[in-house]
């Protein structure tokens, strides 16, 4: 945000209420860019219209489930709807927030946002990739939310690599199983692949990072080269990457594939813990994914 | 001189509004017969546009958060040039540019795509905000329903504007004092509507909404006060124009029988069509 600040000056950022430590230097270095809204986010969302009308680029952030729920119809309205050159970023995606319950745990957000046109979603996997997704947000004429885990989430990329809008990323190859992956539970994947590499299962890992508009390709070719998918994501499996995945595949009419959605089923997130003990108790765990692969093979 | 003009644009406008809506099948009749004498003043003696450039970047922007009295204001932009007059015959049709809320992509000399109540006051302070950003002049003014106050989105933006300093923004409250199922007062009861907004920053005036005078003045003193938003509670009757509309809940989306067609096209001064 700092450096997109810099070099354009109808850069703003405006949060609800948050973003303290976070937002300190470009506060100290652009004070007059920067705008608590106070906890009115639906407030904010449509503040952010008035001003993208004008032609600034707002970078509205706040919680996930806060920022895509609470002002969900001033996002379709005021954002989309009028095409409003609006970011969206939403933090704390998933499970990442701990230990504080399903109120601050966005689980449904994705189903949300696919359904709304001209909207463009980008679900980094580590921070590496935040920083590209969030510099081409910023390219992009229109809305766009960003779904972002939260700080310090083990690094993905070992190498830089080109970020490509709705182009989804092949982070291993194979061709038993590909697991296609969004957001910071594809560390979680790629335990689980190695481990299933172990045990004799070649599997392809394709990291999502463009909700929408979707890389389609990627996924035919996947169900082409490969005998299953299984989808994996912080989300219910209602509506998110897994109903996305399901739609390329059964309408290409062509590819018979064994398939699973794997995520909350039509729950909310349960218990409290750390991170890794969320996804366990949540069933999203790097044992969770390789039964589910194993299982699905099986099928 | 500049006086009878208005008032002969008022009686045109009510004219054209409840002809657009009967001929388009169907609209929010006296939600915009109650806002006439404003939207009239505001476009013919307040707001610095010009139709030729409807998206000139330092115009005044007026925006219609009750976006369902959209006709009355259709109305008005076509007499002064927005769009062409042919455009009201089509109204709410198959084809048509103008429908029951208004499109900010498709019809000139509209500023949002308002229907949803509660969105404009919003949408209208992030413009004002753009305005002190940039250092321009321009003014904002939004146009609410009483009955939208009732969304808590409005009170965010109360909240909001004062404390920006927001006094390039207007607000103007249609108070007609009835809703969709009622009056007001039945269902959420706004008073005391003054002290409200008093107390959430706004600097105040109340005006007979029907009276072309003192809305002129009322609107060309704006802000009020250095610093502070302005608030226009425009006193109002629901359905000015036509008798049996008036104050009746039932009206609220609702088209004549011809038995009725013919008394509210004597009282407007229409030719029965």
Redesign the interface.
């Known amino acids: 945000m700092h450096d997109l600040a810099r070099e354009n000056k109808q850069i703003l950022a405006l949060v609800a209420d948050n973003g303290a430590i976070v937002y300190d230097e470009y506060r100290r270095e652009f004070p ?1 860019r920067f ?1 608590n ?2 906890i ?1 986010e ?2 904010m969302v ?11 680029i707002p970078f509205a952030y706040t919680i996930a489930c806060f920022i895509t729920m609470r002002a969900f ?2 996002i379709r ?2 954002v989309c ?3 409003m050159n609006v970011k969206l970023v939403g933090i704390g995606a998933g499970f990442v927030y701990s230990n504080l319950g399903p109120t601050h745990q966005a689980t449904e957000d994705i189903a949300l946002m696919r359904a709304l046109p001209n909207m463009t979603i980008f679900s980094p996997a580590d921070p590496l990739e935040v920083r590209k997704a969030t510099i081409a947000a910023a390219q992009i004429n229109g809305p766009v939310y960003l779904r972002l885990a939260t700080a310090g989430t083990p690094r993905i990329y070992e190498k830089d690599y080109e970020f490509k809008v709705g182009r989804g990323v092949v982070l291993r190859e194979g061709s038993g199983l590909a697991i296609i992956a969004t957001g910071a539970i594809l560390h979680e994947v790629l335990q689980a692949a190695d481990e299933l590499k172990s045990l004799g299962i070649s599997v392809r890992v394709i990291n999502i990072h463009t909700l929408k508009p979707m890389d389609k390709e990627i996924v035919l070719k996947a169900a082409y080269d490969t005998k299953a998918i299984l989808t994996v994501e912080e989300h219910t499996v209602l509506g998110g990457l897994g109903s996305a995945v399901a739609e390329v595949v059964l309408e290409n009419n062509k590819v018979p594939i064994k398939f699973k959605r794997l995520g909350l089923d039509d729950t909310f997130p349960a218990g409290y813990g750390t991170y890794e003990e969320m996804k366990e108790i949540n069933r999203l765990s790097k044992v969770d994914i390789v039964r589910a692969a194993q299982s699905l093979l099986e099928v | 001189m500049q006086e009878i003009d208005l008032e002969k644009k008022v009686k045109e406008l009510r004219k054209t509004i409840f002809r657009t809506i009967c001929k388009g099948g169907g609209g929010h009749i006296p939600a915009s017969l109650s806002i006439a004498e404003i939207l009239v003043v505001l476009y013919y003696s307040i707001l610095r546009i010009d139709p030729q450039n409807p998206r000139e ?1 330092g115009r005044d922007r007026f925006i219609l958060s009750k976006g369902h009295a959209g006709v009355a204001l259709y109305a008005i932009l076509a007499d002064k040039g927005f769009f062409d007059k042919g455009e009201l015959d089509k109204f709410g049709r198959s084809g048509a540019i103008l429908g029951g809320h208004p499109d ?2 498709s019809v000139p000399g509209i ?3 308002t ?2 109540l509660g ?1 404009g006051l ?10 002190k ?2 250092k321009k002049d321009y003014r904002v003014f939004v146009l609410l329903g009483d009955g939208e106050c009732q969304e ?2 409005v009170w ?2 109360a ?2 504007a004062p ?1 920006h300093k927001l006094d390039n923004l207007t607000a103007i409250i249609d108070y007609n004092k009835l809703q969709a199922m009622d009056r007001l007062d039945k269902i959420i009861s706004l008073d005391p509507l003054v002290d409200k907004w008093k107390s959430f920053g706004w600097e105040v005036r109340e005006v007979d909404g029907h009276d072309i005078n003192n809305l002129r003045d009322i609107l060309k003193a704006v802000p009020f006060a250095f610093g502070k938003p302005s608030l226009i509670i425009a006193n109002t009757i629901k359905g000015k124009g036509i008798s049996f509309m008036e104050n009746a809940p039932i009206w609220h989306y609702r088209l004549p029988n011809s038995d009725e067609m013919k008394i509210a096209c004597d009282e407007l001064g229409l030719e029965y069509f």
């Open positions: 007059d705008l809204c106070g009115s639906a407030n449509s503040i952010a219209a008035g001003l993208a009308s004008c032609g600034k119809e001033q309205d005021d709807l009028q095409k | 970047s900010m992509y500023e949002a795509s229907g949803s969105h919003a949408f209208g302070a992030g413009v004002a905000l753009a305005a950003m940039d808590g989105t965010e933006t909240l909001f404390q």
